[in-house]
Structure formats: C-alpha cells, structure tokens
C-alpha cells in the first residue's frame, strides 16, 4: 500500500542535476518503494524538464532559490558552485508530509531502502571526509515551518561552515555526533564514491551490502562519457576510474537508459513537429559530430542530448567566479557580500544580513502540465546549457581536485606546504 504522508525528497536547481533526480527517482522506484516521491526545483529549470520530471515524481514543487553566497568557505571546499544547496532547507516546507528522506541527486538506491522512514530526525550518516559530521546527501528529517525559519534565522546569524547545507546542518543538528546512536545511519546508506579508493579493503569486505552510492564531488555521473552499444564507460584519461566505481556509473547510466531516456524520446515525439530540426536541440558541435557519426542522431533529445557520450555541463571555477563577479569585502573575516548576477530570468531578491547575503529567488507552486508555447525557446536554451563546449586544455579545479583525493600530491611543486600555507592564508586572513 503506497504510503502518502511520507516522502522521499531531492532537488534540482537546473536540468543537469535534474538528469541525476531523475535516475535517483527511477531507482527508487525500480526497487518499489512504497513512498512518495517529491522534487524541489528552482525557476532556472525548463519546463520540457519539468514534464519529464512530473513523469518520475508525485509531487514537482517549485521554490524559492537560496543561495549562501559565501564565496570564501566555498573555495576554501573548492566547490564554488554549491553555494544554491542552501536551497535544500526549503525540504521543511514540505509539511503534507509527516516525515521524509531526504537524498541528494547524484545518488542512487541499490536496493528498497524504506526502513529508513523507521528513524527519527536528524538521521544522517558519516561523512568520509570528517566522520563527526553527517553527510548530508542522505538525511531522515521532520517537515516543519517552525525548523525551516529557525534555520533560516540559524543561517543568517551563523552562515555555514563550508558554505554549502552541509556545513550550516552540521552546526544546526550539533549534537548528531554524541547524542544518539540511532541517528547515525549506516555507511551503506550514504556509500561515498570516493570511499571505494580511499579505503578500499573495507570497501572490497562491506561493499556487497551498499544500499546506497553517491557519487559526491565535483565529477558527476551525468558528465561521464558512455557508450550505450558496450555498456560501459569510456575512459577519457581524464581521471582514473576504479572498477568498483565504475561499476557504479554504469549501474546509473543503465538506468538512465533503459528508463530515463524513453521518457525524453516521447517528450522529443510529441514536440517535434513544432520544432525544426535546426532549433530543435542541436548545438553546433553537436551537429558536426551527427554528420560524422550517424548513430548519434538517433539520441539527440530536447534535454538529455548527445546520450551517447556526455550530458554536459560547466561548473565555473573559483577563478572565474571571481572574475565575473564584483566582490565587497566587508570587515571580520567572513563578512563577505558578493554580488552575482542571478543565473534565473526572474529579477533576484537578494536579502542583505549583517554577516551573510542569502539570495531568494521568487517561485511558485508548479502544476505539472507541460505548454507548449515556450517550449521552443526554453528546450533550446537547456540544450545549450547541457551542451556547452569542452573543458579547458588546462587541468581544471575539478581536475586538480580529484587528483589530489587520489593521492597524487605534486609535494614538490604546486602542493607544497608553503605553497598550501599561501592559500589558506589567502582564505583566513
Ligand atoms: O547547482 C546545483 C548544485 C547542487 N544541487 C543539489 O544539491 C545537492 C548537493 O550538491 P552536490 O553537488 O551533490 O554536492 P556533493 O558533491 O554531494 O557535496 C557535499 O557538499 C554539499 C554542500 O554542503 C552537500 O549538499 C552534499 O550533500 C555533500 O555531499 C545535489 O545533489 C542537488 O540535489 C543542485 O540542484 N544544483
Ligand atoms: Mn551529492
């Protein structure tokens, strides 16, 4: 019997972290849970994406856009990006629902996970990185006005830590560590990627029981490159890839597949007559590459695009942030204000506070149905930003981060001490 006052809840500000809620939904249901399934989207996502999601999700629910903009904490974690995962805080709203799990996008169940309804707010587990904070891509929370506000209060008295929710939950629930046992869920729930070669013996022993992966940092599953004719990932040199994690990324692609991309190729059937072909989703390189490779044209969809290879995204990177953003540097060392152009066609409400600017964004309740008037426009400008150019010829943050979990320290060159010094210095002072 479906269970309809409880929920599992993701997000998705934009159409590629949407690609992955996609897949995660899809695996929630392959494994036939009994729950809701809901999805907090922003206004940047399209609406074709929105009729898609409404496919996967019971419930697509528009709001708000929060964004940290703590630009110094965020370099300082190297992801300059996440600073809009405050908009997760908005999962408390979700008071038709008595309780819910929340699990971020980029990951994937591996099997019926329902127990976890069975545990009480705040029910987290380990981060791999700093194992007295929770992880919060997978969390068991109580929908309430009441907590959402006090964060809300919580956020802009303290900020967050590493400038994502992560750092502002851990702060918020700070008694996860000590208190009780039963909220600390285990490993197998929340599997980081990274995990698998970091530890690899207790991977190799406990890894058959993994419940959950999440494929956390900044390489995503829906950047990888795959072949759907081998069924497998293709190794671009760019990062060195395990077996084990491969055989994840695969896992999530198959079902990306098998059930996500029908849903696109119906969305592409019943829009197409509306759209020429030249508008209807192709960039230029992407046409180039069609003309070579027949195959290709077989899966150039309205969202997804270029399946065959890559759902493409750029992240930017500290340096262009900074480049393209004006920064006042107010006094102590983390009143910063950053103005950044909103990245939405709505016009930014952009709260000042005394020590932090969250910015909100004005949003709606969706209603699920899919017009077509400006889905021209809007599928065009999701596939352009789906499917922008190749990366940088020089290794990317991303990259240099990567390498770095790997293990492969440049100890004599750029990361060395006084070097690393430099760069925290350049953070704290
Ligand atoms: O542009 C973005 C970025 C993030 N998200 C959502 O926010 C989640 C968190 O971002 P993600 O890129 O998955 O972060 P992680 O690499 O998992 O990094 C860690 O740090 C984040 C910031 O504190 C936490 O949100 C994560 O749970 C934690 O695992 C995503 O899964 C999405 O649901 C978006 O919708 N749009
Ligand atoms: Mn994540």
């Known amino acids: 019997m479906p269970v309809t006052d ?78 809009v995962t405050f908009t997760k805080l908005h999962c408390w709203t979700l008071t038709q629902y008595n309780k819910c799990v929340f699990m971020d996008a980029d990951t994937l169940v591996l099997c019926n996970v329902d127990e976890l309804f069975d545990r009480e707010e705040l029910s987290a587990a380990p981060d791999s990185g700093w194992p007295d904070c929770f992880n919060s891509g997978v969390f068991v929370f109580r929908p309430s006005l009441k907590t959402f506000n006090l964060l809300l209060q919580f956020a802009n008295e303290h900020g967050s830590f590493d400038g994502g929710d992560q750092g502002l939950l851990n702060r918020f629930f700070s008694n996860w560590a ?83 991309l029908p849903l696109l190729e119906k969305l592409q059937e019943s829009y197409e007559p509306e759209l020429p072909k030249e508008e209807l989703n192709l960039s230029e390189n992407q046409i180039e590459l069609e003309e070579e490779e027949a195959v290709l044209s077989s899966n150039s969809l309205p969202i997804s695009v270029n399946t065959e290879y890559v759902i493409e995204t750029t992240v930017g990177t500290c340096n262009e942030l900074s480049a393209n953003n004006s920064v006042q540097k107010v006094e102590g060392s983390h009143d910063v204000k950053v103005a950044v152009p909103s990245q939405s066609s709505t016009v930014p409400i952009v709260q000042t506070f005394p020590q932090h600017t969250i910015e909100m964004v004005g949003g709606t309740l969706y209603s699920g149905t899919c017009g077509s008037e400006k889905l021209q426009e809007e599928v065009t400008s999701s596939v352009s930003e789906l499917s922008t150019e190749p990366g940088p010829q020089e290794p ?3 990259d240099e981060r990567r390498k770095w979990e790997e293990g492969h320290i440049d100890y004599l060159g750029k990361d060395a001490f006084e070097n690393i010094q430099k760069k925290l210095d350049s953070f704290l002072l």
């Open 6 to 83: 409880q929920a599992f809840v993701t997000l998705g500000t934009n159409d590629a972290y949407c690609h992955g809620a996609l897949v995660l939904g899809q695996s929630l249901r392959n494994h036939r849970t009994s729950r809701m399934l809901a999805i907090l989207i922003t206004p940047q996502v399209s609406r074709a994406m929105r009729a898609v999601l409404s496919n996967v999700f019971d419930a697509v629910v528009d709001v708000d856009e929060i964004d940290s903009k703590d630009v110094l904490c965020l370099a300082l974690l190297n992801r300059p990006e996440l600073g």
């Open 178 to 260: 000590t208190t009780d046992i039963s909220k600390h869920l285990p490993f197998l729930y929340n599997l980081s990627s990274n995990a698998i070669y970091t530890y690899a013996p207790a991977f190799r022993y406990f890894g058959k029981d993994a419940k959950v992966v999440h494929f956390l940092g900044s390489a995503k599953p829906w950047n990888c490159k795959y072949n759907p004719q081998t069924r497998t990932i293709v190794d671009d040199g760019s990062a060195s890839v395990s077996q084990s994690q491969r055989s994840f990324l695969e896992l999530w692609w198959e079902t990306y597949n098998s059930s996500i």
């Open 396 to 398: 990317s943050a991303e």
